[in-house]
Every structure is written in C-alpha cells, then in structure tokens.
C-alpha cells in the first residue's frame, strides 16, 4: 500500500477541481489583478486557476502546470509574499492582493535565492525550479537562519523527479546566508 | 580500450565548412558514422539542413562561436556537455561559447536521440575531430597570413600567436578558413591538456530556468495557437463507441469537439510496430481558447465506452507471471555450461523470486505537443527524444514527404523514456490535420498518469547451485508484461563468472502500454540479482565483497566477445567503494548495504547507509562510486549522479501503479508517492580517475540503488525484501524482527 503523505503543511489542499456541468452558463467577469507590481485585467471565467491565468493570459509561463492539485509545488507563487500553489487558487480568492510569480522575483535574476540556483547549479530538466525557487523564497523571508531541517521541511512539499533535492538543500542554505 | 587518441572516422566523410553569407565560417558534422554528408553546409544561415549534417558550428566574423547542439536535452545535460567537448578542441574560452538548440529535418537519422545514456559515448570522437580540424583551418589560415608554418603557431582561448609573438583572433581569419581544404590528420589533445573537459561548467540554461523563462513544451506558443484536451478511454481495452459533447461545446471558450483515431489505425496498419504504444480507440478532443477552458470542458463530454479486449488487473498480472516462471514457454537468451547437471551436482541450492509492479513515468512536465498541418508543411514542436522517428511517423500517418516535417525540439521537463515514444506526437498531428489550426494538445496530470507507456511488471526467479563452496550453476528466468529484457543483458555479470549459466525470458502480451523506463530492465533487475547474491553469501558463509571479487576473478571478457563489462574495472568500484564507504568499519546503530552494477556501459558501486529511527530503517546515505571513464563535465555528472541514486531509492521504497478492471488505482500525486526532500538520502560520489572514453551517466546510477537498500534494510531489519517498492510490506520493515534465511 501507498503510505499517506504527512508532509502538508505548507500545502493548499483541495481535491481534483469539481466541475459542475450544470452551471455552464457562466458569466466572464473581468479580474483587475497586480502581478509583478503591475495592474492587469482579465476576462476569465470565475473558476480559473490562476496559473493558468498566469500561463495562457498573461504569457507568464515561468510559473508551471505539475498536477493541478496542489501536491507538487510546480505552479508555487508569492500571495503578498505568502508561497501558494496557483493551481488550486481562483482570482476571486485573491481578493486584491498582490502576486508575484518567478518573472517578478527580481528584474534580473539576481535575487539570492536564484544567485544560489546558479552558483549550485541545481536544476537537471529544469521544469519543477521556478516551483522551488518561489518556494525558497518565500520560506526565507520569514525564517532568515534557517537549519538544514527547516529547510527539508520547507521543501518537502516540491516534488522534483530528477531528485536534484541535495542540490535544492545546498542552494537554499547559501541562499539563507546571502540574504539581508 | 582507451580511444583517446584513436582516429576512427575520415574527417572528410563527416565534415564541410562554408563561409557564411553573413560572415564568419559555418562547419557542418555529423556525430555518427551512420551519417554521411551530401551537401556543403549553406551560406545562410536559414537554410540549415539537418538532412545532411547533424550539428553545426558558427564562428562570427568577431570571434563569437556558436554551437548548435544536435541532440535533445531532457535534463540529462548533453546540451552543455556536448558542446564542451567541441569547445575544448577548438580552443576557445567555454564563456565565449553560445549554445542553441538544434532542429530536426527528417531524412536518413540514425541518432538524434536522447536515450540509453549514449549521447556522450558516440558523440566524443566525432565532437573532438570536429573541434580540433576547425582549430587548425583557423591555424593554418594564421599561418598563410604570416607565410611561417603552421606547426610554429600557438592557440590559446581562441588567439593564434606566431613564433614571433603576433597574434590574431579566430574572428580574424576565419573568411580565409572557410575557404581551406578540411585537412586530413589533426592531432587530438592529451587528457592532462584539457582546460574545459573536466572542468564544472553549469547547465547552459541555467539564467532562463532561473528566471521562468519559455524554454519547455508546455510554454511553446505561436499566435492563433488553440489548445486540445483529449478523453482517452479510461481503461486499457476500451473503445469508445458514443459520446454527447452538447454540454461542453455550450462552455465558454470552446471552439470545436471532434472525434480522431481514424488516421491512427491507418498508421497503425501501415506500421503495426506502434501498436503497443497507442490505443487504436477513437477519442473525443475539446478544442479551445485556453489550455482551462479545454481541460474543463473535456470533463463535460458524457462518452460511452465498451469492452474491447479484456481489461486487465494487477492481481491477475501477479498470477500470470507466477504462471509463466512455473512454465516452460522460455526463450533461452544465454546458456553456458550445463546447469541442469550443476544443479543435480550442487551441494547447495538458492532459490528467490522477486517482483516488481508498473511504473509510470511522472515527468513533471505533463505529455504535450504542438502541430500545425498545412498545405505547404506540417509544423511539429515540443518535448521529444526521439525527434526523427516521430517525424516519419507523422509523415506517413498524414501521407506526406519527409521533408514537409519540420521539428522543433524544446527542452523537456524530464522524459525517462516516456517521451521516446510521442504517441502525444501523433495525436497532435492528427487534431491539427483535422481541425486545420496550429494546436498544442495538453495532458492533464491525470491523463499522463492514466494513459502512459508503463515500464512494466516483472518477476525473477534466481537459482544458484553451490558445490564445494563454489558458486557452479546460475539460472535466471524473467518473466514480463509485454517484453522482455533486451540482448546485452543476458552478458551482464555474473554471465561469464559461472561456468553453467542461463538465462531465460518469457512473456505476456497485454493491451496494457508499456516501454522504455530510465534504465530499462536493470532498474529492477540490478536490486534481484545484487540480493541474491547477498544471500547466497549468507547461505555460503562467505564474505559478501569476497565472493563478488572472486566471480569478478573468472570473468575473461577476451575470450568471450559478447561480454562488455570490464572485470578489472568492477572490482576497482568495488575495492574503492568498500574504502570510501567505511564499509565493515561503521558504528553499530548504522547497517551498510552493498551493490556494484554495470549498465550502460558504466561501472558503479553504490553502499546504502540505513539507521534505525522510531523502530524503522531509515536510508541516510548512499556512497557511489562510478567509473565512466573521463568526466566531461564534474559539475552536471555529479547532478546526473545523485538525481539516478535518489530516483532509485524513491522508486524502490514507494514507486507503485496497480490496475483494476483496465484502469490504473492512482491518477495523480495524491495517491502515488514520489520521493520528496525529506526522505532523499545524502549522496556521497567518488569518480574512479582513468582515462578511458567517456561513457553517459543518465542511467547507470539508477539501478543499483534499490539494491543497495535491500540489501542494507536486510543488515538492520534480518528480513530480506523480494517485492518492490519496498513500503507494499511493512510489516518487513520493522525492528526488531525475526530473521528469516535459507
């Protein structure tokens, strides 16, 4: 059997997206969303997932489509600085406030948490780090010294089929130190 | 076996250069001795023809040199390491070096493949050939210029220096190269010379996935692009046979439902090859404005579907390979010796049988693919490893030349062998010939889960005969879902090492798609045979390194030419491994596992470190040792290595899919685990310093890890493990327990 995964905390868990057939006539409200520090407005049905807002709306597509569910950490963005997985978060959720994806880290990646990406020279496909980049990010602006068992911790919930997970380790403890 | 020096191709047959229109030189090669060159390289650049070259350098007019990698990147780094080598005989600085992905045109490849950890091994002589003969065109060209001999000449990071101490760039004299006969013999640099091979050098794209930027499939896009969702039958062995799709076209978004799979069963008869890889069904496709609006509105399609073939199940997959290894429907694939007599001779015997399950492939970047069929040409990109067999595949399934395909490769967010197949490919192809727009048709995560290419269920069953305290007979019976272990394996150790030795396969078709998984068939079978001969130690009372060194010991690969692996450099893995591991010298609250492996064309050893934590062994670390001959580049090898351990270990303890009634009991990251962060065990990595060729790394590390655990959880628990994963027995992973032996 499967053991059950215990490592959720940071997760947002939801269930596969329900879809209710009845409902299909829906409206198309317009969304006013800051992304990156800039105002944009969608015209998105109200159940959209923001990344795919993000990803097909917007031309975002740093941030990445895992599993849909909020088990894989691929689609993590900052909420007013908070990690979230924008697969299982609606525009209306947002509620105003302020995203930022990997694009907006920094203007020219330099923010220490990509520095160290590059200095470990951690991802192999690639396709699961701007997930744990947004992630790292986000855990060591509230726990700027971390130990090598927060940031585990921290990262438990980023699923990287490659298992570049050592070299995710290494680069979030450098990160840690580089940051003000 | 050091081919360092050894010249096996004629420059000429797989090499041209032209000058540029632009400026600058452009030389056209071909990695593979398969590919001859018919043509000299364009003059513009936009004209570029794979059909005659697999790879190109640029150098520019002011010394900038770009190199156009040929093969396709799924992470395992051949985008950057492939390069390098072209680099170092060049002589350039890797920093001036500019490396863009190639494309593929579709005529007359034989390997343009990222697959079996081969891009390396074949591409090095050819990839130094190329870089040393353009280094000394540019040399020559110096020296015409200087009228002194080319020999007087130095180069050092892309500056030609004269005996006299003038200096002029590659930028400078690369017209006049472009203009010179290929010469006939370069020399190739000596190891001890090398200033990038050897050097870590990071991933190429390394500021774009930094910094989100479209690299990946899933981020291709091209205006009036529209976007396909597919209902597949939800089980292996359904067809469909009537769907209503009036609720999802009133949603918002959708453009269009239709129905495919008609020009799949005319490929399908045209080439029944692919029959195992793709379901013959029709499908219903939602086409839409956004990739959500597809995904949703596909989940309103009400479709019908009936029993077409059986559909299948785990349990009745567990009694049918039972089955097979209690019957007598074998291929023999090896037979030395007569092990009917050794076994009726044997003081001794072992038995064991070990089982594994289906396993998808989980690439985090879900199957996906963009086509757009037109009059003029058929446009295919996205993530593929096997560019060029996809691209003859759609051309014959849409009835068109070879050459209307052009392909472009994106990067792959991991492939693992799933991404060999393209069965997504051929969908994309046949939605766009049909809704006549450029569309990428996009998996959801359940979709790739549910409708994969499996590696498939196996079993094993190892019996060893022991006479005098010598290992005299070794049977090996494999029986699998689909197919079996392909022809090298059966020379794998211990073929060589016992002189009654067979091995036998057998297996059964199902309508269940299986292929190709990161390191196929030894993934599982390396942890089977690695534990019997734990055990058989036990059961002989011998020293588990002695009695692999002393098989080690018999093996004469120069009087057996199907034997590949190297005895002398297995037992050098295993001898440093035992050294670097501390093995035999560790605390006793910490159990070692061992295991030495050898799959493509790499020898490993890997040493588990196990601590026992709440009553339940915990692996803390791995020691590896590789032996891949020279590292091309430290840096990425290290990354390969680490990232095949962990996956190993993740697979073995928890990597699971089962079936009932056709249809897999897992369809997404909550109900199948994968390994994460907290469980990834310490990787501790020792290269072996030799200078033989190089060898790929994508997959050697993988297999042996499982076994390594086994056979450490073994030390720790006194229970030995027969089934993977590993976690589907708990019960045999707690301590204390009972030891069960013999």
Redesign the interface.
Known sequence: MLKKNQSNQILVTSTRNQIEIQSIQETMPTYQIKVNGESKTVDVSEDTPVLWVLRDHLDLVGTKYGCGIGQCGACTVHVDGTAMRSCSMTLAQLDGKSITTIEGLSEDGTHPVQEAWKEVDVPQCGYCQAGQIMTASAFLENNPKPTEEDVKNAMHGNICRCASYSRIRKAVMIAAENMD | MSTNTTLTFSRRAFMRTSSLAGGGMLIGFNLFQACKPKAAPPIDLSQLNYNDFNAFIKIADNGAVTIFSPNPE????VKTSMPMIIAEELDVAWKDVYVEQGILDTENYTRQVAGGSQSIRHGWDALRQTGATAKQMLVNAAAARWGVDASECAVSEGVITSAAGETLGYGDVVKDASMLEVPEDVALKEPKDYKIIGK?A??V???K????????G??Y?VDGMV?AAVVRPPAFGHKLVSYDDS?AK????VLDVIKIGEKVRGLLEEDPSFSSKISSSDKVVVVAE????AM?AK??IKAEWEEDTSLESTEEHDKILTDLLDGSTFKTERSDGNIKRAFAEADEILERTYESPFLPH?????MNFFANVTEEKVHLAGPIQTPAWKAGLVAKMLGREESDIYLEMT??????GRRLYGDFVIEAAEISSTIKKPVKV?Y???DDMEDGIYRMAIKYRIKAGVKDGKITAYHLKEAAINDNMYGLIPNFFPAGAIENYQVDTANYRSNITTGAWRAPYTNFLAYAEQSFFDELAELMEADKIQLRLDLLDKVKPEEDERIQYSPERMKEVIKVAVEKSGWGAKPKNIYQGFVNYYCHNTHVAEVADVEIENGEPVVKKITCVVDCGIVVNP??AL??I??????GV?HSM?G?LQFENGRPT?S???????????E?P??ETHFIKNEYSPTGLGEPTLPPAGGAVANAFKAATGNRLYKQPF??T?ELLKVPSKEIIG
Request: net charge neutral.
């Open positions: 799924i992470g395992q780094g870590d990071p991933n794209d390394i500021h996935i930094a910094t989100g930027k479209p690299l990946f899933l981020d896009k976007y609720a009133a949603m918002p978004g956004s990739t959500w609006q949703k989940e309103a989980n690439c985090m970047e879900p990067r792959m967010g991991g492939g693992f996009v959801s995560r359940e840096l990425g990354n390969q680490e990232g095949g351990v962990i996956d993740g928890y699971e897992a997404n990251f909550d109900k199948y685990r994968m390994i994460r962060m907290r990834a310490l990787v976690t589907k708990p």
